[in-house]
């Protein structure tokens, strides 16, 4: 289409997905791509704020593409697709519709994209449309096998040893339905995990059959994130959003300041009460 593109990513790659800076040359800082931009394309963020930039220069138009429910509509052109189980399988269906087929590299980080938010085809947000897309990228001729080793599997000796012992020291509430894990100074310590190793880390609150409702704490000196999953009974997204988060119903988050007891105390309140009022039967 005889157009450039530069790719800006503020923070560091998690290591899962460092991959994508050995195909695609990847810019920290916003400052150069500006410089001789006309177009500012924002993937995958629900506001303009969270990819690093207040303001975008003036004169410059800002294509805004994702699938989260809460997004701003920051753009002069918004194409938000809450049902979408993934901006990338949105990104795909954009090429699509002009006649393109994307080259093997971007089928790559494309397909990468939907396995992160579909986790590996096991999330309910998982639709039909997913595999016919991800057929489609493979047959860009893409190792699927492989990519899903490196989403999944590439994992430190401390992110193997954290999950242990996150698993090893997990709370379980109301009969099992809500899981509960904490992450410091002290548990990455122990286990010699690093910031790197904490993507999707999350998940993992939703091992057993049982929980309905997962909660991760990261505490932090000052503030506490807050990472919350659902097996898809209960909208864990309005439950973030009264917190100040947003995210889906199926996966949110958000940070709180205070004192960890109280941050605690008030998010698990939050938790039983749509347990107890809001979900389905399980």
């Excluded at 790659?13 to 791509?33: G, Q």
């Excluded at 049982?210 to 503030?223: C, E, K, P, T």
Aim: proline fraction near 2%.
């Amino acid at each position: 289409m005889g157009k450039s593109a530069q790719l800006v990513i503020i923070e560091k790659l998690p290591r899962n997905l460092s991959f994508i800076e050995k195909i695609f040359p990847v810019a920290r800082s916003f400052t150069n791509a500006f410089q001789n931009a006309d177009t500012f394309v924002v993937i995958d963020s629900s506001r303009i704020e969270r990819t690093g930039v207040t303001q975008a220069p003036k004169g410059l138009s800002i294509i805004n593409i994702d699938h989260h429910r809460d997004n701003s509509r920051f753009g002069d052109y918004n194409w938000v697709d809450p049902c979408a189980p993934a901006t990338a399988e949105m990104v795909y269906s954009l090429i699509s519709h002009y006649g393109f087929k994307p080259e093997k590299k971007i089928a790559e980080v494309l397909y990468a994209g939907i396995l992160v938010d579909t986790g590996g085809f096991k999330f309910s947000n998982t639709q039909t449309r997913v595999f016919s897309v991800c057929a489609r990228l493979a047959a860009c001729g893409i190792d699927c096998h492989q990519l899903y080793r490196t989403v999944f599997l590439d994992k430190s000796n401390g992110r193997i040893r954290l999950e242990g012992l996150l698993l090893s020291e997990a709370v379980f509430l109301r009969n099992g339905r809500i899981c509960v894990m904490t992450i410091g100074a002290r548990e990455l310590q122990r286990t010699g995990a690093r910031d790197s190793d904490l993507e999707g880390i999350s998940n993992l609150t939703m091992a057993l059959m049982s929980v309905r409702i997962g909660i991760l704490f990261f505490r932090n000196n000052d503030s506490v994130k807050i990472c919350f999953r659902s097996d898809g009974s209960y909208d864990i997204g309005e439950l973030a959003g009264s917190f100040g988060g947003g995210g889906h119903a199926a996966a949110a988050g958000c940070t709180l300041e205070g004192h960890w007891t109280d941050v605690r105390r008030k998010v698990l309140r939050g938790a039983v009460t749509l347990l107890t009022k809001r979900g389905k039967s399980s």
